[in-house]
């Protein structure tokens, strides 16, 4: 049973969305028009992650959401989570384990772009499926426009920053995440101390579910790469842009655009519970896998800060 989290208090309502603004941002000023250029040097990886991430993963989860028989709004935010692009944490992860960060760069640049469309198109779907009585509740084109704001404007300001000024945008980098890592943390801790007993008593029936669909992303994200020959660093990238999410994006958009707390809980735990899950992929497949070479982000123009950008909650 889903009760009411008690998350209406400025700290939240006002800090996550500006902690996922700073986010973004920063990854604005990492990019630049090269990253989506680069698409060219490996179309085959890009397009076959495409295709896992925005077709292969949302059935996977609505698979998973009917075989676990979640309550209504619960269901909608796993596929809402299913449905957020990867988060800049797969940049990190891809860097730890040796896989093609470029290529990271690129796809993470791409999905921004993509989730425009693909996430409320997914969440409506998702909603008139499982709630199809709440004409309340859904993504109409206010409510996307919103979307584009909450997604695609920061990163827009964070390239035109880099464009007009190269140098400001490197020496922003660290400043932006730290501030970034800081104000999210912040409204987390803040989230979780006043709704800790409704978290825990969630947390059970959601730990397994969000486990296991990172567990089946990553190696998703993995495996059809390597079975169709692409290149073991960038099967390492698209494990991890496929199987990190970025759940804080996914959080603040069931809260503040959707408006309903409750259905941001699957990504509130997968938030937690996704570092441990990549973590201990990531050192299964190197152990496992054939050794990558490490690709060589500064040969392809990557800023040198790209390769360790990422959010604490993605």
Same mark, same amino acid.
């Given at each position: 049973?889903?009760?009411?989290?008690?998350?209406?208090?400025?700290?939240?309502?006002?800090?996550?969305?500006?902690?996922?603004?700073?986010?973004?941002?920063?990854?604005?000023?990492?990019?630049?028009?090269?990253?989506?250029?680069?698409?060219?040097?490996?179309? *085959?990886? =890009?397009? %076959? /992650?495409? #295709?896992?991430? +925005?077709?292969?993963?949302? !059935?996977?989860?609505?698979?998973?959401? $009917?075989?676990?028989?979640?309550?209504?709004?619960?269901?909608?935010?796993?596929?809402?989570?299913?449905?957020?692009?990867?988060?800049?944490?797969?940049?990190?992860?891809?860097?730890?384990?040796?896989?093609?960060?470029?290529?990271?760069?690129?796809?993470?640049?791409?999905?921004?772009?993509?989730?425009?469309?693909?996430?409320?198109?997914?969440?409506?779907?998702?909603?008139?499926?499982?709630?199809?009585?709440?004409?309340?509740?859904?993504?109409?084109?206010?409510?996307?426009?919103?979307?584009?704001?909450?997604?695609?404007?920061?990163?827009?300001?964070?390239?035109?920053?880099?464009?007009?000024?190269?140098?400001?945008?490197?020496?922003?980098? *660290?400043? =932006?995440? %730290? /501030?970034? #890592?800081?104000? +999210?943390?912040?409204?987390? !801790?803040?989230?979780?101390?006043?709704? $800790?007993?409704?978290?825990?008593?969630?947390?059970?029936?959601?730990?397994?579910?969000?486990?296991?669909?990172?567990?089946?992303?990553?190696?998703?994200?993995?495996?059809?790469?390597?079975?169709?020959?692409?290149?073991?660093?960038?099967?390492?990238?698209?494990?991890?842009?496929?199987?990190?999410?970025?759940?804080?994006?996914?959080?603040?958009?069931?809260?503040?655009?959707?408006?309903?707390?409750?259905?941001?809980?699957?990504?509130?735990?997968?938030?937690?519970?996704?570092?441990?899950?990549?973590?201990?992929?990531?050192?299964?497949?190197?152990?496992?896998?054939?050794?990558?070479?490490?690709?060589?982000?500064?040969?392809?123009?990557?800023?040198?800060?790209?390769?360790? /950008?990422?959010?604490?909650?993605?």
């Amino acid at each position: 049973m889903v009760h009411t989290w008690r998350m209406g208090s400025a700290l939240t309502t006002i800090g996550l969305p500006v902690a996922l603004g700073i986010i973004m941002f920063g990854l604005g000023l990492s990019l630049t028009p090269g990253d989506f250029a680069r698409v060219a040097k490996h179309p *085959k990886a =890009v397009i %076959i /992650a495409l #295709v896992c991430q +925005l077709l292969v993963l949302p !059935a996977l989860c609505l698979g998973l959401v $009917l075989v676990f028989q979640l309550p209504p709004v619960l269901a909608v935010g796993m596929m809402l989570l299913a449905a957020s692009p990867g988060g800049t944490t797969a940049n990190l992860y891809s860097h730890l384990f040796r896989g093609d960060v470029a290529l990271n760069i690129s796809l993470t640049a791409i999905n921004s772009v993509l989730a425009v469309f693909t996430l409320p198109l997914i969440t409506n779907l998702a909603i008139a499926y499982f709630l199809p009585g709440d004409d309340g509740l859904g993504l109409q084109l206010a409510k996307v426009v919103e979307v584009f704001a909450i997604v695609l404007l920061p990163v827009v300001l964070g390239m035109l920053v880099r464009w007009w000024r190269p140098g400001f945008a490197d020496r922003m980098d *660290k400043p =932006v995440r %730290i /501030a970034s #890592v800081v104000i +999210l943390v912040i409204v987390i !801790a803040g989230a979780i101390v006043s709704n $800790l007993e409704l978290l825990l008593e969630n947390f059970g029936s959601l730990a397994a579910i969000t486990v296991l669909f990172c567990v089946l992303s990553l190696t998703i994200g993995y495996l059809v790469p390597r079975l169709l020959r692409v290149g073991p660093a960038q099967s390492i990238a698209s494990s991890f842009e496929i199987g990190i999410h970025n759940a804080t994006l996914a959080i603040v958009i069931a809260q503040t655009v959707i408006g309903s707390v409750e259905m941001s809980l699957p990504a509130a735990v997968y938030g937690v519970l996704m570092f441990f899950v990549a973590l201990g992929f990531g050192f299964l497949i190197r152990r496992r896998g054939p050794a990558p070479e490490r690709a060589d982000a500064a040969a392809d123009g990557v800023p040198a800060a790209a390769a360790g /950008a990422g959010e604490p909650v993605s």
